[in-house]
């Protein structure tokens, strides 16, 4: 099985504040990623596929780089909306999310 | 859009068959570009995948549950199904169902539907 590891697990920032998380593949899943954003009792939302392509509706702040193992999303100037945890999910083989990144505002 | 909706008990018992039915509209479930897939997230903890079928009766499901898991398609009521046999508490968690492609990446998904497993 490919696990995912995220971190970190939690991160408190300011609002306007640059946010990167990270996502480590235990074997290269190639571009083969995607992320979501959880609010709290909501379903996921789909943020960016294949590591780096943006999903329609989806603010351009968000971003994703990264392939073979190493993956990150960065949300460049930190809003209050963008207060939720968030996962990744590589799809090389099935799928397996990471265990979330809890993101607060100071 | 798509949008999808999940039904079913929301208490079931311990060794009992845990199932869930999943309602599409604003499209077809026979849709050859589509997969109907099952997540499953536990009070507080992160998401994980259960299995995908699609209207061809292809199916995927996680090697860690394939044993318990049985899905379906129902073509003709624009539905999907869910069930999990032999539960246990650590079964209790919100379901999601949710679409995908080829690509195992979800794009559309239900608000979800709370189990519990208790007796």
């Known amino acids: 099985d490919i696990q995912m590891t995220q971190s970190p697990s939690t991160l408190s920032a300011s609002v306007g504040d640059r946010v990167t998380i990270t996502c480590r593949a235990s074997?290269?899943?190639?571009?083969?990623l995607a992320w979501y954003q959880q609010r709290p009792g909501k379903p996921p939302k789909l943020l960016i596929y294949?590591?780096?392509s943006l999903e329609s509706g989806v603010p351009s702040r968000f971003t994703g780089s990264g392939s073979g193992t190493e993956f990150a999303l960065t949300i460049s100037s930190l809003q209050p909306d963008d207060s939720a945890t968030y996962y990744c999910?590589?799809?090389?083989?099935?799928?397996?999310f990471g265990q979330g990144t809890k993101v607060e505002i100071k | 859009q798509l949008q999808l909706q999940e039904s079913g008990p929301g208490l079931v018992k311990p060794s009992e068959t845990l199932s869930l039915t999943c309602t599409v509209s604003?499209?077809?479930?026979?849709?050859?570009?589509?997969?109907w897939g099952w997540i499953r997230q536990p009070p507080g903890k992160g998401l994980e995948w259960i299995g995908s079928?699609?209207?061809?009766?292809?199916?995927y499901h996680s090697p860690s549950l394939r044993s318990r898991v049985t899905t379906s398609v129902d073509t003709s009521k624009n539905q999907f199904s869910l069930k999990l046999s032999s539960v246990t508490a650590s079964d209790t968690a919100m379901y999601y169902c949710?679409?995908?492609?080829?690509?195992?990446?979800?794009?559309?998904w239900g608000q979800g539907a709370l189990v519990t497993v208790s007796s």
């Open positions: 079928i699609n209207h061809f009766g292809s199916i």
């Open positions: 604003g499209g077809s479930i026979s849709n050859s570009s589509y997969y």
């Open positions: 949710a679409s995908h492609k080829t690509s195992y990446y979800f794009d559309y």
């Open positions: 294949k590591a780096s």
């Open positions: 999910q590589q799809y090389n083989t099935y799928g397996t």
């Open positions: 074997q290269s899943i190639s571009s083969w």
